[in-house]
């Protein structure tokens, strides 16, 4: 059965582990299921105990403490994909796979002092010995996909689950057939406040007071890190992109001068036009809520949002993510006219392309922004919640 059943009856209290992390692609569905669970407990006078399992340096590390949840963490090791069985064995490699057996340990003693009802694992090298350790301590592990393919971490983890949330329909023909009675698919949980940004918020909060409001506005991001071949693409288009739309760049923390720098060479009457960021925090859903159109990395986080937002988007995807997952995210959804994706080498050329007739004609914006509101799944999170709880009260 591959679709939630029946709504489960909501306990008065629920003790949760939550694993994963690493980038916001894996971070933020952990989040938002954790505070879905929360509601829908603290609505029947029940109470989540949550414990956040992480790494020191992932996203979750900022995020789990920032919301008020508890986090602890464990060592773990990136294990380096290559079909090259001697780059396999780089000395990074051996060290990290070194430290897996001292994290499961780490874990385990974690997950059996805590006792959760339920281990949710989404993803990211972390989520690994937390989700060996449920096994070990016999606790139900639900692991949630957001990729089309099983990522790394939970092909490890999938003959421990109990369930496998999948985030697309098109995740079961993929499965080992094995693994098919185990899956269920939820869409992938985004932050509610993703859904309730307003225009005039960004506005205020960013000091966008020089864009021209007569303009289309375009948001670029290239993830949490910034994209350096998005931020070179769209530099060389920069004087062109401004005579027709304001721009906000999210560019990543580590690229912010060399653009300021180039800006600098802008003329003043465009340059206001242009507001440069790092990263965007809690503002992000009034960035979005303002954004006529998005130049983005095809991550399924960012996917997520915009589909289930219905925004139109120009797609320049990772060429190097696992099984080129990003590039079949934007063809999935430029096949049905709910995107426009670049594979392939990039030129500002070929972004002018791409966005000119988007930013000239309102009309073919609203066609593309309704395409992609068929894919958006905006009750995903609610979904997961559902798993979460029949998985604990079967257990
Ligand atoms: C390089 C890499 O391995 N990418 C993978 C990573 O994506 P990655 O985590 O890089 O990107 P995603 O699109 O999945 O998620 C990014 C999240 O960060 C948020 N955001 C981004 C920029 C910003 O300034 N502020 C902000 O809040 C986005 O709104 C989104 O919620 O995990 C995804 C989900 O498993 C995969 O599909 C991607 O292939």
């Not at 569905?29 to 020191?56: H, K, M, N």
């Not at 974690?110 to 006792?115: C, H, K, L, Q, Y």
């Amino acid at each position: 059965m591959n679709t939630p059943s029946a709504i489960p009856p909501v306990p008065t209290s629920f003790r949760l582990i939550v694993t994963g992390g690493g980038t916001g692609g894996h971070t933020y569905p952990a989040l938002t299921a954790i505070r879905t669970l929360q509601a829908r407990l603290a609505a029947g006078g029940g109470a989540l105990d949550v414990l956040w399992i992480g790494t020191e340096e992932g996203l979750e590390a900022r995020v789990a403490p920032a919301e008020g949840i508890a986090f602890d963490t464990v060592v773990t090791g990136k294990i380096r994909r290559s079909s090259n069985p001697l780059k396999m064995a780089s000395p990074a490699n051996v060290r990290d796979m070194a430290r897996v057996p001292l994290g499961v340990a780490q874990a385990r003693r974690i997950v059996s002092g805590f006792r959760p009802d339920v281990v949710l694992a989404t993803g990211g090298y972390v989520a690994v010995p937390a989700g060996l350790a449920a096994r070990m301590c016999k606790r139900p592990l639900v692991l949630h996909e957001q990729t089309v393919r099983l990522g790394l971490a939970n092909r490890k983890l999938a003959g421990s689950a109990a369930r496998i949330a999948l985030s697309s329909d098109s995740s079961l023909a993929l499965l080992p057939e094995q693994l098919r009675p185990l899956a269920v698919v939820t869409g992938n949980p985004i932050r509610p406040e993703v859904l309730s940004g307003h225009p005039d918020k960004a506005v205020d909060a960013l000091n966008l007071y020089g864009f021209e409001r007569g303009l289309p506005t375009v948001y670029v991001t290239g993830g949490a890190q910034g994209s350096q071949q998005i931020n070179d693409v769209v530099r060389d288009a920069l004087p062109w992109l401004l005579e027709r739309a304001n721009v906000i760049h999210q560019c990543g923390p580590a690229n912010v001068e060399p653009l300021r720098r180039h800006v600098a060479s802008l003329h003043p009457g465009l340059a206001a036009r242009y507001h440069l960021t790092g990263f965007v925090g809690p503002e992000l859903p009034d960035v979005l809520a303002l954004a006529d159109l998005v130049v983005s990395r095809s991550g399924a986080g960012t996917l997520a949002e915009l589909t289930a937002l219905g925004k139109p988007a120009v797609f320049i995807p990772l060429a190097t993510s696992a099984g080129n997952e990003q590039a079949h995210n934007a063809r999935h959804l430029e096949e049905s006219g709910a995107a426009v994706a670049l594979i392939g080498e990039v030129t500002a050329d070929r972004l002018v392309a791409a966005a000119g007739p988007l930013l000239t004609d309102p009309a073919r914006r609203a066609a593309m922004a309704e395409r992609a509101r068929a894919h958006g799944r905006p009750d995903a999170a609610d979904r997961l919640v559902d798993v979460l709880l029949s998985v604990a009260a079967r257990s």
